[in-house]
């Protein structure tokens, strides 16, 4: 049982096999289409929680965030319409996943896996004070207990590898949801998605908002991927 008290406290790193095993069972849970529309739901948790966690760190009021069983979402924060602080959390959403996959790959590079599995129960349990529907509630809290019950019930060996699992997983499912976006927009569809908010914010083309997604989280997973696996 991890408690607390060792927080900071460096683990030994799992054998590479294991690292490669997770990166494998990851990808299955983002390749397969129809295990993808249940796993996404962990990606909308991360891309809603972004806009939230960036618009109250440009102090803007967060005021609700909704989580939807077709795994879209929606965060609502109040503040100027326009400015860098708006602009700033239009841009986290489709950012946030492959950003805190990197983070965690990080931690993990560092040997660090009690800390990150408390960091990521506590920011689940922050973001659940601000969602409003029930499905939401139902899909943070779930996820929240999985995190809580391998950090206090599981050893060492079981928490490293799905620490792992988890930070692969949004370093893979981060990239996915852009091609999506892309996708959508070649057949008309999104016409008020994060990259085109972010255009008529900007007065760039959508566009190059998508390509910025995709360089991020390709990116992400080429660096997280590195830290991971120990190159």
């Not at 790193?13 to 490669?20: E, F, K, L, N, T």
């Not at 965060?75 to 990197?102: D, K």
Request: glycine share 12%; aromatic share 8%.
């Amino acid at each position: 049982m991890s408690l607390p008290h060792g927080l900071f406290d460096a683990q030994a790193a799992p054998a590479q096999w294991i690292v490669i095993a997770t990166a494998v069972a990851a990808l299955a849970a983002v390749l397969p289409r129809p295990i993808w529309r249940l796993s996404r739901n962990a990606i909308t948790i991360a891309h809603e929680g972004g806009h939230g966690l960036v618009a109250l760190a440009t102090g803007r009021r967060l005021q609700s965030i909704r989580l939807h069983s077709d795994t879209s979402g929606l965060t609502v924060s109040r503040g100027r319409p326009t400015g860098i602080g708006m602009i700033l959390t239009a841009a986290a959403g489709y950012t946030a996943a492959p950003l805190l996959g990197l983070g965690g790959a990080a931690l993990l590079g560092a040997d660090r896996v009690t800390l990150l599995l408390w960091l990521a129960t506590a920011l689940l349990v922050a973001m659940l004070v601000m969602v409003r529907n029930a499905y939401g509630v139902f899909t943070v809290l779930l996820t929240g207990g999985v995190f809580l019950l391998v950090s206090w019930l599981t050893g060492p060996d079981v928490q490293s590898a799905f620490a792992y699992a988890v930070v692969w997983f949004l370093l893979l499912g981060g990239v996915r949801p852009a091609f999506e976006l892309q996708a959508k927009r070649r057949h008309g569809g999104a016409p008020d998605s994060d990259a085109d908010q972010l255009g008529r914010l900007t007065h760039v083309h959508p566009a190059l908002w998508l390509f910025f997604f995709h360089a991020v989280s390709l990116c992400a997973l080429i660096g997280g991927g590195r830290w991971l696996l120990g190159l």
